[in-house]
């Protein structure tokens, strides 16, 4: 299996920062990597696909990039609705499998 | 548009079986792929399985040898049948839109299933 290793686990910014969050795989993916949003008692929402791609009605200032074993999400103008966990996963191979989380939280 | 809702018992007993319902709207079973995943109470996603849209299916080796994932396209249900099940098991269950089997672009609300005596 895949192994994907998330970092940081948690993160406080401020109103306004920039952010990024890392995903390490544990061999080469090809950029088959996406980046989901989950707030509180919600499910995930899918923010970036092929590791660089902004789904359907995301704000700009989420990005994604990063190839072969490292890749990177990266939130530009921290808003308070950004509150939420983070998680990446890899569809290069099976079975599919996520990062851990990272847990936003604002300063 | 796109929804898919999941549905099933929110208690089962240890060593019994789970069985969960996926109804969709917005979009044929015969043209997409739908996979179950599953989130331990504060804890990371499990990918489970998926059923294509030819009707196959592929599951996580983890929980292979307990784990059906089926349909019926004439109501627009996926279902997932899980056996001796264990309080580890306990997690909320999502069923969620695969395309081709790469991201999840649509998740249901997800069902709390909790196993316990």
């Known amino acids: 299996d895949i192994r994907m290793t998330q970092s940081p686990a948690s993160l406080s910014a401020s109103l306004g920062e920039t952010v990024n969050i890392e995903c390490l795989a544990s061999?080469?993916?090809?950029?088959?990597l996406a980046w989901y949003q989950q707030k509180p008692g919600k499910s995930p929402q899918l923010l970036i696909y092929n590791a660089n791609s902004l789904q359907n009605g995301v704000p700009s200032r989420f990005s994604g990039s990063g190839s072969g074993t490292q890749y990177s999400l990266k939130i530009n103008s921290l808003q308070s609705e950004d509150v939420a966990t983070y998680f990446c996963?890899?569809?290069?191979?099976?079975?599919?499998?996520f990062g851990s989380g990272t847990k936003l939280e604002i300063k | 548009q796109v929804q898919l809702k999941e549905s099933g018992p929110g208690l089962v007993q240890p060593s019994q079986t789970l069985s969960l319902t996926c109804t969709v709207s917005g979009l044929s079973l015969t043209s997409n792929s739908v996979s179950w995943i599953r989130q331990p109470p504060g804890k990371g996603l499990e990918w489970m399985g998926v059923?294509?849209?030819?009707?196959?299916?592929d599951y996580n080796s983890a929980i292979k040898s307990r784990l059906s994932i089926s349909r019926d396209t004439s109501k627009s249900q996926v279902f997932l049948k899980m056996n001796s099940l264990q309080t580890e098991d306990t997690a909320m269950y999502f069923c969620?839109?695969?395309?081709?089997?790469?991201?999840?672009?649509?998740w249901g609300q997800g069902v709390m299933v909790t196993v316990s005596s």
């Open positions: 969620a839109r695969n395309p081709k089997g790469t991201d999840f672009d649509y």
């Open positions: 059923i294509w849209s030819n009707g196959g299916t």
């Open positions: 061999e080469d993916i090809y950029s088959d």
């Open positions: 996963q890899q569809y290069n191979n099976y079975p599919l499998t």
